[in-house]
């Protein structure tokens, strides 16, 4: 890994300020109680995260296009001016002298749409696991033609052993296309040598694979999870966690396989590029494979959703063609 790199430095930078923000917000207990069209809570931290990755994106690479998910117009609205002063607030802690009206148009640097290059942020993916004081993570992944470049993920909770972390400290993980995945405490990301490179699991027997599970049941089919996992042969007990905090696992080798099946009520549902594209980077880089429920690659060049894809199927590689095989008998 080249810790030189100012695209490195500007994403490593980027995810450890908006994450240590996100664990400020959610220590002192501010889940601002906005709710999107989708019905997903989102929090104060969402919005100040992306504010902050927006200016610094500005002062590193000012002509480039951000991809995030969210956009500042319940913010600037009468009815939520309380809510915004909160966000103004915690931004200030970061970006000095900071403006109402600027930090609107930081988080709008994430309304572009993805072209040949672009950056992609989820600043708080799990919010739901935000709110229970749980597992989240801060995701920010730069793209080239539809394919993943570099990701980094941020998780506060999380330490570089992968267990948990009250302190918020957490980690970050970065990984970048041909130079492999490394984690480090995200008090120490200024110091290169205190990255450790991941490698996911080794296991070859099926009984023993490890299947990474959401808390949340609205975000898969939990019936043809437990369907794939009798016809896998999976016997160990599973590894449950929300958000991208999963790849995560899975690239240190704490879980074999990840599934994103389609919820019953939700079968033409297409994963958001911002949901997928640094963790997945972060696995194939320690060793892993990503693909859709169908086998074939992530595209990222769709749009602002994976169009071309159904579902995901990550695992640690040696598993991925049984998994493949599994879904299809279970038809998933």
Not at 198 to 213: C, H, I, T
Not at 219 to 236: M, P, R, S
Request: a negative charge; hydrophobic letters at 40%; glycine letters at 10%.
């Amino acid at each position: 890994m080249n810790w030189t790199d100012t695209r490195n430095r500007f994403a490593l930078k980027a995810v450890g300020l908006a994450a240590g923000l996100a664990d400020r917000i959610q220590q002192e207990m501010i889940p601002a109680g906005i709710t999107k069209g989708d019905r997903s809570p989102v929090t104060v931290a969402d919005f100040a995260a992306q504010a902050v990755v927006g200016y610094l994106l500005d002062q590193y690479f000012p002509g480039e296009l951000l991809v995030g998910e969210e956009g500042s117009e319940m913010l600037r609205s009468s009815d939520h001016q309380e809510a915004l002063g909160k966000v103004v607030d915690y931004v200030r802690q970061v970006v000095d002298d900071v403006t109402p009206a600027q930090v609107c148009d930081f988080i709008d640097r994430g309304g572009d749409k993805p072209a040949g290059k672009y950056w992609t942020l989820d600043p708080i993916d799990g919010t739901k696991g935000f709110l229970r004081r749980a597992q989240y993570a801060t995701a920010l992944a730069y793209v080239e033609n539809g394919e993943v470049q570099l990701g980094v993920l941020g998780c506060p909770h999380l330490t570089p052993e992968m267990e948990d972390d009250p302190s918020g400290i957490g980690c970050v993980l970065i990984a970048r296309r041909d130079a492999g995945t490394w984690i480090a405490s995200r008090g120490d990301i200024d110091q290169a040598d205190a990255f450790s490179r991941l490698q996911v699991s080794a296991e070859r027997d099926p009984g023993k694979a490890r299947l990474l599970r959401s808390f949340e049941s609205s975000h898969t089919n939990k019936t043809l999870i437990d369907a794939f996992q009798v016809e896998f042969g999976i016997k160990a007990d599973p590894v449950r966690m929300d958000s991208q905090v999963k790849y995560a696992l899975l690239a240190s080798g704490k879980g074999e396989i990840y599934l994103r099946l389609l919820s019953p009520d939700r079968l033409d549902y297409k994963e958001k590029i911002w949901d997928q594209a640094a963790g997945s980077i972060i696995v194939e880089e320690a060793g892993g494979f990503v693909s859709d429920l169908d086998g074939k690659a992530l595209d990222f060049s769709r749009g602002r959703s994976l169009e071309a894809n159904r579902g995901i199927c990550a695992s640690n590689g040696t598993f991925h063609e049984r998994a493949l095989a599994a879904l299809k008998i279970v038809k998933a």
